[in-house]
C-alpha cells in the first residue's frame, strides 16, 4: 500500500491533543525545562513514553544567540518542546548557581551533557569541534531519530519534534500544526559530520581576528582559508568580507608569467563559482546580498551558480533580486534556475506564486521552465488556486510536468496537498510512464522519513540540472 491510501490527518492545535498523551513534560513557565544529563533525560523519557530533544548552542555567535534567546523561549514552540524531554548541551561558562543563559540547571550540567553528546551523540571534527547550532531528536533509548545542524526556524522546530514524535511512536499520530515545515537541511535518522569538509560558525571574536587578517594582506591560500571559515557565520562583517571577496576586491590571480587578461577572468570567475557554491552549502540566509552581487555577472556559468545559491538559501529578502534577473536573463536554463529559486525564496509569497503560475499556464512556455516552475510550486501547494492547477497536471499533463509536481511536493514534504493528488495516480500505475512511478515511489519514502537525497537523480533528469543542489541533497556519488 501507498501512503495514499492512509488516512489524512487534519491539521489541529497540538497543545490540546498532546495534553492528553502519557509523560507530558509542559514547562512551568515561559521556558523550557531542561534536564541535568543524559541519562535523566532518558529516564524521564521511557516513563513517559515520549522523546529527547538536544539542542547544541555555544556562545558568541548570532544563529546561536537567536536560538538560546529566542527560539527556546518562543510562544508557539513552548507548548510543543514542552510534550518531550529536554536537554542543551554547552561548553561555555555563563555564571549563576542556575545558568544565566539557559536556568533550571548548572553550567557544569550542560558542559557535561555537552562532553557526552560528543562522545556518544555527535560528530566532531578532527579538532573536536562540532556545529552549532544543532538539534538532534532522540528516541528513549538514545537511538538518533533526525537532526538539522545550523540554523533553524520555530516552524521547523515544531515540524521536527511532531515529526520525531511520531517516528518513536506511530500508533500515537501527533498531527503536525498548520504552518510548520520541514528544515531543507534535514537528516534523518543521523546526525552531521562535522569533518575535515564541514565549517562551523564562527564566534564573534574569531570573526574579528579571521577579518583582520584579510585586510592585513594574505597569500592567495590562507586568504581562501579565512573566507571559507568565515561562510557559515551569520554576521555583518563575515558577510561583508565575502561580499568583497565575491565582487574581487581582494583577489590576487597567482600563477606565472605571460597569462593573458582572458586566462586571469577565467580563473577569477572559477573562483567566484567555487565560493558560490560553498556559500549555497554552508551559509545562512543572510549570505543572499554577498550572492546577489553575481547575479549580473557576464559569465553564464557564475550567474547559474548565483541563481542555484540563491536557491539554496531560500532568503524572502532576496525575492526582489530574483525576479529583477529574470526579466533580464536571456538563458533558458538560468530561467529555469530562477523560477527554483522564487520556489523556495518566495515560498508563502503570493507574487512568487503568481510568477511561478502565469509560467505553468503558459501554452507557449519553453517546457524546461514549466517543469521547474512545476517543481517550485510545491512549496506553494497550500494555495486553492496551485492545487486545482496541480489536478490537471495529475489527470492530463505531460509526463515530465506529472514527474516535477510529484518531485516538487516530496522535496517540500508537502504530505497533506500530496494525499488526495497522489490518490488518483497511484490507481493509474500500470498507465503511467517509469519516470512517474518511480516519483511517486521516492515521494513515498521521503514521507515516511526518508532523505531528500532519495530524489537528487530523478530531479536533475527530469529538471535538467547542470548543477547540483549540495544543500539539499549532498554531493554526488562518486
Same mark, same amino acid.
Not at 515561559?30 to 548552542?57: C, H, K, M, R, S
Not at 510548520?180 to 564562527?202: H, K, Q
Not at 533580464?328 to 527554483?340: F, G, N, W
Given at each position: 500500500?501507498g501512503?495514499?491510501?492512509?488516512?489524512?490527518?487534519?491539521?489541529?492545535v497540538?497543545?490540546?491533543?498532546?495534553?492528553?498523551l502519557?509523560?507530558?513534560?509542559?514547562?512551568?513557565?515561559?521556558?523550557?525545562?531542561?534536564q541535568?544529563?543524559?541519562?535523566?533525560?532518558?529516564?524521564?523519557?521511557?516513563e513517559?513514553?515520549?522523546?529527547?530533544?538536544?539542542?547544541v548552542?555555544?556562545?558568541?555567535e548570532?544563529?546561536?544567540e537567536?536560538?538560546?534567546?529566542?527560539?527556546?523561549?518562543?510562544?508557539d514552540?513552548?507548548?510543543?518542546v514542552?510534550?518531550?524531554v529536554?536537554?542543551v548541551?554547552?561548553r561555555?561558562e555563563?555564571?549563576g548557581?542556575?545558568c544565566?543563559?539557559f536556568?533550571?540547571?548548572t553550567? +557544569?550540567?550542560?558542559q557535561?551533557i555537552?562532553?557526552? +553528546?560528543?562522545?556518544?551523540?555527535?560528530?566532531?571534527?578532527l579538532?573536536?569541534e562540532?556545529i552549532?547550532?544543532?538539534?538532534?531528536w532522540?528516541?528513549?533509548?538514545g537511538?538518533v531519530?533526525?537532526s538539522?545542524?545550523?540554523?533553524?526556524?520555530?516552524?521547523e522546530?515544531?515540524?521536527?519534534?511532531?515529526?520525531?514524535?511520531n517516528?518513536?511512536?506511530?500508533?500515537?499520530?501527533?498531527?503536525?500544526?498548520q504552518?510548520?515545515?520541514?528544515?531543507?537541511?534535514?537528516?534523518m535518522?543521523?546526525?552531521?559530520?562535522?569533518?575535515?569538509?564541514?565549517?562551523?560558525?564562527?564566534s564573534?571574536?574569531?570573526?574579528?581576528?579571521?577579518?583582520?587578517?584579510?585586510r592585513?594582506g594574505v597569500?592567495?591560500?590562507e586568504?581562501?582559508?579565512?573566507v571559507?571559515s568565515?561562510?557559515?557565520?551569520?554576521h555583518?562583517?563575515?558577510?561583508e568580507a565575502?561580499?568583497?571577496?565575491?565582487?574581487g576586491a581582494?583577489?590576487?590571480?597567482?600563477g606565472?608569467?605571460?597569462?593573458?587578461a582572458?586566462?586571469?577572468?577565467?580563473?577569477?570567475?572559477?573562483a567566484?563559482?567555487?565560493l558560490?557554491?560553498?556559500?549555497?552549502?554552508y551559509?545562512?540566509?543572510a549570505?543572499?546580498?554577498a550572492?546577489a552581487?553575481?547575479?549580473?555577472?557576464?559569465?553564464?556559468?557564475?550567474r547559474?551558480a +548565483?541563481?542555484?545559491?540563491?536557491?539554496q538559501?531560500?532568503?524572502?529578502?532576496?525575492?526582489? *533580486?530574483?525576479?529583477?534577473?529574470?526579466?533580464?536573463?536571456?538563458?533558458?536554463?538560468i530561467?529555469a534556475?530562477?523560477?527554483?529559486?522564487?520556489?523556495?525564496?518566495?515560498?508563502?509569497?503570493?507574487?512568487?506564486?503568481g510568477?511561478?503560475?502565469?509560467? *505553468?499556464k503558459k501554452?507557449?512556455a519553453?517546457?524546461?521552465?514549466k517543469?521547474?516552475?512545476y517543481?517550485a510550486?510545491?512549496?506553494?501547494?497550500n494555495?486553492?488556486?496551485v492545487?486545482k492547477q496541480?489536478?490537471?497536471v495529475?489527470?492530463e499533463?505531460?509526463p515530465?510536468e506529472?514527474?516535477?509536481?510529484?518531485?516538487?511536493?516530496?522535496? +517540500?514534504?508537502?504530505?497533506?496537498?500530496?494525499?488526495?493528488l497522489?490518490?488518483?495516480l497511484?490507481?493509474?500505475?500500470d498507465?503511467?510512464?517509469?519516470n512517474t512511478?518511480?516519483?511517486?515511489e521516492?515521494?513515498?519514502?521521503?514521507?515516511e522519513?526518508?532523505?531528500?537525497?532519495?530524489?537528487?537523480?530523478?530531479?536533475?533528469?527530469?529538471c535538467?540540472d547542470? *548543477?547540483?543542489?549540495?544543500r539539499?541533497?549532498?554531493?554526488?556519488?562518486?
Amino acid at each position: 500500500m501507498g501512503f495514499w491510501n492512509t488516512p489524512m490527518l487534519t491539521p489541529l492545535v497540538l497543545a490540546p491533543l498532546l495534553a492528553f498523551l502519557p509523560g507530558t513534560h509542559t514547562p512551568e513557565g515561559p521556558d523550557i525545562f531542561w534536564q541535568p544529563t543524559l541519562d535523566a533525560a532518558y529516564a524521564a523519557a521511557q516513563e513517559g513514553q515520549t522523546i529527547v530533544f538536544l539542542a547544541v548552542n555555544m556562545d558568541g555567535e548570532s544563529a546561536n544567540e537567536e536560538a538560546a534567546n529566542k527560539l527556546y523561549h518562543d510562544k508557539d514552540f513552548l507548548p510543543v518542546v514542552g510534550q518531550v524531554v529536554s536537554v542543551v548541551a554547552s561548553r561555555f561558562e555563563h555564571g549563576g548557581s542556575t545558568c544565566k543563559r539557559f536556568g533550571t540547571i548548572t553550567c +557544569a550540567d550542560h558542559q557535561d551533557i555537552d562532553k557526552k +553528546a560528543r562522545a556518544n551523540i555527535l560528530k566532531p571534527g578532527l579538532d573536536g569541534e562540532v556545529i552549532a547550532p544543532q538539534h538532534v531528536w532522540l528516541a528513549a533509548d538514545g537511538t538518533v531519530l533526525l537532526s538539522v545542524p545550523y540554523q533553524v526556524s520555530t516552524r521547523e522546530l515544531i515540524w521536527c519534534t511532531v515529526t520525531a514524535l511520531n517516528k518513536a511512536y506511530p500508533d500515537k499520530q501527533v498531527p503536525m500544526p498548520q504552518g510548520a515545515r520541514a528544515p531543507r537541511r534535514l537528516v534523518m535518522d543521523g546526525v552531521t559530520d562535522s569533518g575535515a569538509d564541514s565549517i562551523r560558525p564562527l564566534s564573534e571574536e574569531e570573526v574579528e581576528e579571521a577579518v583582520k587578517q584579510l585586510r592585513s594582506g594574505v597569500d592567495w591560500g590562507e586568504r581562501a582559508r579565512l573566507v571559507t571559515s568565515l561562510i557559515a557565520t551569520d554576521h555583518p562583517e563575515a558577510v561583508e568580507a565575502v561580499t568583497k571577496e565575491l565582487l574581487g576586491a581582494n583577489v590576487r590571480g597567482g600563477g606565472g608569467r605571460g597569462r593573458g587578461a582572458e586566462d586571469l577572468l577565467g580563473r577569477l570567475n572559477d573562483a567566484k563559482k567555487a565560493l558560490l557554491g560553498r556559500i549555497g552549502l554552508y551559509s545562512p540566509p543572510a549570505y543572499w546580498e554577498a550572492v546577489a552581487t553575481q547575479m549580473d555577472s557576464d559569465d553564464p556559468d557564475v550567474r547559474m551558480a +548565483a541563481a542555484v545559491t540563491m536557491e539554496q538559501l531560500g532568503a524572502k529578502d532576496s525575492l526582489k *533580486v530574483i525576479k529583477g534577473r529574470l526579466r533580464k536573463e536571456e538563458s533558458l536554463p538560468i530561467q529555469a534556475a530562477l523560477y527554483r529559486a522564487q520556489g523556495t525564496a518566495g515560498a508563502g509569497e503570493s507574487s512568487a506564486r503568481g510568477s511561478l503560475m502565469s509560467v *505553468v499556464k503558459k501554452k507557449k512556455a519553453e517546457q524546461v521552465l514549466k517543469v521547474n516552475a512545476y517543481f517550485a510550486l510545491g512549496n506553494h501547494a497550500n494555495d486553492k488556486a496551485v492545487i486545482k492547477q496541480m489536478n490537471v497536471v495529475a489527470s492530463e499533463g505531460h509526463p515530465l510536468e506529472r514527474q516535477a509536481m510529484i518531485l516538487g511536493l516530496a522535496f +517540500a514534504r508537502n504530505d497533506a496537498a500530496a494525499e488526495s493528488l497522489f490518490a488518483g495516480l497511484g490507481d493509474q500505475q500500470d498507465k503511467l510512464a517509469p519516470n512517474t512511478r518511480k516519483a511517486l515511489e521516492l515521494a513515498q519514502k521521503v514521507f515516511e522519513g526518508g532523505n531528500l537525497s532519495l530524489l537528487a537523480e530523478l530531479i536533475e533528469e527530469v529538471c535538467g540540472d547542470t *548543477v547540483r543542489r549540495e544543500r539539499f541533497f549532498g554531493a554526488a556519488k562518486g
